[in-house]
């Protein structure tokens, strides 16, 4: 598990460019800091989150979490003790309670939740000796609704555009009216994908940041578990959770195409209707999720690693994690043409949405891996040190 870098103590000489916020609040979407630690903390917010720690140019860190219920977190500690912060005179912690579960579905109760959400904020903040922080959040009621008038430049980080997520759909008019007011407010965006920009219509200074890789993890990959070595080949893997994002018809035309091989989904499959057919060809496997350092290991060794998303309003407006992984493996890559494969800076074999997946696959297995230098210089140049650099570039711009 990755351990946090310390920052220098508050009262060590700065260095920054003149201006930049040297005390920064950040806030996760619907996660939690002990959440973020136990899934390894890969994704972009957690990576940013550790960015935000091991930064000598800060004065003051308060990472929040996102608000719980009261009740459902001591059932849950009951059960399994949280991973701790270490707090430190530099770096503080929040863990906001309430009774409610869920969001409140309504603009007028949003408004008056993230009001309430906003004081208690600005009081935690001054205990922590802050005084007009800057405030990144991947929260979009957060930046849409908190008014956040004591604060310093307020930063949306967009991940993904949770109001084409089928999980979000009840929240989809208070997530559009939580974008239209970071725009209309002219406050910051950073977005994975041109899509979510548009979505947003943001006023104020924006940025396309997308997904990046841990390098330490890619650069020299381990060697696969043994369940994975003894699969008939060509091996083709995709990796991430498996849901109806996927397109289940290029999936078992690949599978039928190679019925001496083997198709290998890693990761949890949540709609197991719309996977049933694939899932159903003899020759396709489904694994459970793995650790982080064999998902390195297992596209390293695959074949060919495959991105067969179906086009919609989500997948449009994605940066997916997998096929920056993908390339970072150095393992030869077909995926759906969409906007942010396009965005890449590394060969992909891109297949029109409905298209010949079995052709794109086909020629990647002619085509073979990249060059170790390729490999290596994709790494160095897509990394989460760069892509956090990003982020704060203009997050933390006076």
């Known amino acids: 598990m990755p351990t946090r870098t310390m920052g220098l103590p508050a009262n060590e000489p700065q260095t920054g460019p003149p201006g930049r916020s040297r005390q920064v609040i950040f806030s996760f979407d619907d ?24 930064d000598p140019e800060l004065d003051r860190v308060l990472i929040c979490d996102r608000p719980r219920s009261a009740p459902i977190k001591l059932a ?19 863990q906001p309670l309430r009774w409610r579960r869920r969001e409140p579905v309504s603009i ?33 009621f957060i930046a849409g609704f908190a008014p956040l008038e004591w604060a310093g430049p307020v930063t949306l980080f967009a991940n993904d555009d949770l109001s084409a997520h089928p ?27 041109e899509a979510i920009v548009e979505r947003v219509s943001p006023r104020g200074p924006a940025a ?45 035309a690949v599978a039928r195409a190679w019925p001496e091989g083997t198709v290998v989904l890693v990761g949890p499959v949540t709609e197991p209707d719309h996977l049933a057919a694939a ?58 043409d969409l906007e942010p494969v396009r965005r890449a800076d590394a060969p992909v074999i891109r297949v029109a949405p409905d298209g010949d997946f079995v052709a794109g696959v086909r020629e990647a297995l002619a085509t ?10 994709f790494i160095a140049r897509n990394s989460w040190v760069t892509r956090s650099a990003e982020v704060l570039d203009l997050a933390l711009a006076p």
Request: proline share 8%; with cysteine.
């Open 368 to 377: 073979g891996a990249v060059s170790e230098t390729e490999r290596q210089g």
């Open 108 to 140: 007028a109760a949003l408004e008056r939740v993230y009001r309430v959400y906003d004081r208690r904020l600005r009081r935690v903040a001054e205990r922590h000796g802050m005084e007009r922080p800057a405030v990144i959040t991947v929260q979009p």
């Open 76 to 94: 849950k500690d009951l059960i399994e003790r949280p991973l701790k912060f270490n707090s430190s005179l530099r770096d503080g912690h929040w």
């Open 208 to 252: 396309v940041v997308p997904n990046g890789v841990d390098a330490a993890m890619w650069l020299a990959p381990g060697a696969p578990p043994a369940w994975f070595d003894r699969l008939p080949g060509p091996r083709l893997f995709y990796v991430g959770t498996i849901d109806s994002r996927i397109d289940t018809e290029a999936l078992r």
């Open 279 to 336: 899932l159903a060809e003899p020759n396709v496997l489904s694994h459970d999720s793995v650790p982080r350092d064999q998902v390195a290991a297992l596209c390293h060794a695959a074949d060919v690693c495959l991105l067969p998303h179906r086009q919609t309003p989500l997948t449009e407006a994605m940066s997916p994690l997998k096929l920056y992984e993908y390339l970072a493996s150095g393992t030869p890559t077909v995926a759906t």
């Open 31 to 54: 996660l939690t800091w002990a959440a973020a630690q136990a899934r390894e903390m890969f994704s972009p917010q957690d990576q940013l989150a550790l960015a935000l720690l091991a």
């Open 167 to 193: 999980d979000y759909q009840r929240w989809r008019p208070s997530l559009l009216e939580a974008y239209r007011r970071v725009g209309r407010d002219e406050r910051r965006l950073c977005a994975v994908s």
